[in-house]
């Protein structure tokens, strides 16, 4: 299972970024890692890891 983890939905795409470097700032401090930044004609988002390894986007 993949999750995906919305929390810019309907925000400019200035504050949507913000809101989601934001989130993975805090989803860092508590022990995950920012694997990948994308950034493309698709939009932007980034893979994150748990401490487990485990995958999940925060867009």
């Known amino acids: 299972m993949h ?5 810019g939905s ?3 795409e200035q504050e949507r970024r913000t809101r ?3 989130v993975a700032n805090r989803l860092s ?4 890692s920012i694997c990948q ?3 493309n004609e698709e939009g932007f988002w980034l893979v994150m890891q748990d ?4 995958e999940f986007c925060v867009d």
Do not use: C, F, T
Not at 3 to 7: A, C, E, S, T, Y
Not at 29 to 32: D, K, S
């Open 10 to 12: 309907g925000l400019p």
């Open 20 to 22: 989601i470097e934001k």
């Open 51 to 54: 401490p487990e390894g485990n």
């Open 3 to 7: 999750l995906d983890v919305k929390v």
């Open 29 to 32: 401090a508590a022990g995950g």
């Open 37 to 39: 930044r994308i950034d």
